[in-house]
């Protein structure tokens, strides 16, 4: 059973910057692509970027060139580094399995905050 563990959100002005970890554990962590998701209030649960075990990336287009996804296979860690935020970025960023099931549990995410 995958467990998930999001850090570093907060509250920040519109342009700044934040970075997300994920610990994962409770899957062979390296083989797995990993993905961050984000949900708004009122709103679905989007994804936001995706990369593989050996490190390929892919972005939505709403965060393309501000976001980066990495992952550290050593440390079953995944990061999410945020630049030039804008209050549309505004949600709860979970990270999960790419090829997630519908009995894979979530952890508690991490709520950003822009402010304008």
């Known amino acids: 059973q995958v467990q998930l563990v999001e850090s570093g959100g907060g509250l920040v002005q519109a342009g700044g910057s934040l970075r997300l970890s994920c610990v994962v554990s409770g899957i062979i962590f390296r083989i797995n692509t990993m993905a961050w998701y984000r949900q708004a209030p009122g709103k679905q649960r989007e994804l936001v970027a995706r990369i593989t075990g050996d490190g390929r990336a892919n972005y939505a287009d709403s965060v393309k060139v501000r976001f980066t996804i990495s992952r550290d296979n050593a440390k079953n860690t995944v990061y999410l580094q945020m630049n030039s935020l804008k209050p549309e970025d505004t949600a709860v960023y979970y990270c999960?399995?790419?090829?997630?099931?519908?009995?894979?549990?979530w952890g508690q995410g991490t709520q950003v905050t822009v402010s304008s």
């Open positions: 999960q399995r790419y090829s997630y099931s519908a009995s894979d549990s």
